[in-house]
């Protein structure tokens, strides 16, 4: 199975900081990776596909980027609405599998 | 508006069954991948399986922890998705989400609780 590793597993920020999550795969998954938000008692909403693509709805606020094994989320301005938890998840070979997950608290 | 509902939840003794339901309105299900994810109360995500769409025979795939209990299905002209869960466990103890799998995993549905306990 790909194991997908994020770094860091928790992270404390501020109202209008740059934030950069990483995903990292065991082996070379091309763009087929994901970023998903999850508030505490909601539902998983996507975000990023194919590593870099904007879901629709998505605001620019939000970007992509890697190919391969490393991976990166980043918000460029962190609004409170964004303190979530974050999920990458690779979608090249079966199993898909997901990372631990990165939760941004406020500072 | 696409949107997904699943239901079916509910306690069960381990060792039992359940089966789920997802519902799909705004898309041509039979056009689309569909997946089942969970979560276990307080963890993280755990892919479950696919069904791949028309265009693949509706194949499906398995995650290693449910494989041999669980079976995806769907019918199609009633746009219904489901998941059979046999030979439940206390592990399998989680919110079960169904979810398209378009642009990676676009849409999800609100999720139905399963809990596995005596």
């Known amino acids: 199975d790909i194991q997908m590793t994020q770094s860091p597993s928790s992270l404390s920020a501020s109202v209008g900081d740059r934030v950069t999550i990483t995903c990292r795969a065991s082996?070379?998954?091309?763009?087929?990776l994901t970023w998903f938000q999850q508030k505490p008692g909601k539902v998983p909403k996507s975000i990023i596909y194919?590593?870099?693509s904007l879901q629709s709805g998505v605001p620019p606020k939000f970007s992509g980027s890697g190919y391969g094994t490393e991976f990166t989320l980043t918000i460029s301005s962190l609004q409170p609405e964004d303190f979530a938890t974050y999920y990458c998840?690779?979608?090249?070979?079966?199993?898909?599998?997901f990372g631990g997950g990165t939760k941004v608290e406020m500072k | 508006e696409v949107q997904l509902v699943e239901s079916g939840g509910g306690l069960v003794q381990p060792g039992g069954s359940l089966r789920l339901s997802c519902a799909a309105s705004?898309?041509?299900?039979?056009?689309?991948?569909m997946d089942w994810v969970r979560q276990a109360p307080g963890k993280g995500l755990e892919w479950v399986g696919r069904?791949?769409?028309?265009?693949?025979?509706?194949?499906?795939e398995y995650g290693a922890s449910v494989k041999g209990r669980f079976s995806i299905s769907r019918d199609n002209s009633e746009n219904l998705f489901y998941l059979q869960m046999n030979s439940l466990k206390s592990e399998d103890t989680a919110v079960y989400y169904c979810?398209?799998?378009?642009?990676?995993?676009?849409?999800w549905g609100q999720g139905t609780m399963v809990t596995v306990s005596s």
């Open positions: 979810v398209r799998g378009y642009n990676g995993f676009d849409i």
């Open positions: 705004g898309f041509t299900l039979s056009d689309h991948y």
């Open positions: 069904t791949r769409n028309k265009d693949h025979s509706f194949s499906t």
């Open positions: 082996q070379g998954i091309r763009n087929s």
């Open positions: 194919d590593a870099s």
């Open positions: 998840q690779q979608y090249d070979g079966h199993p898909f599998t």
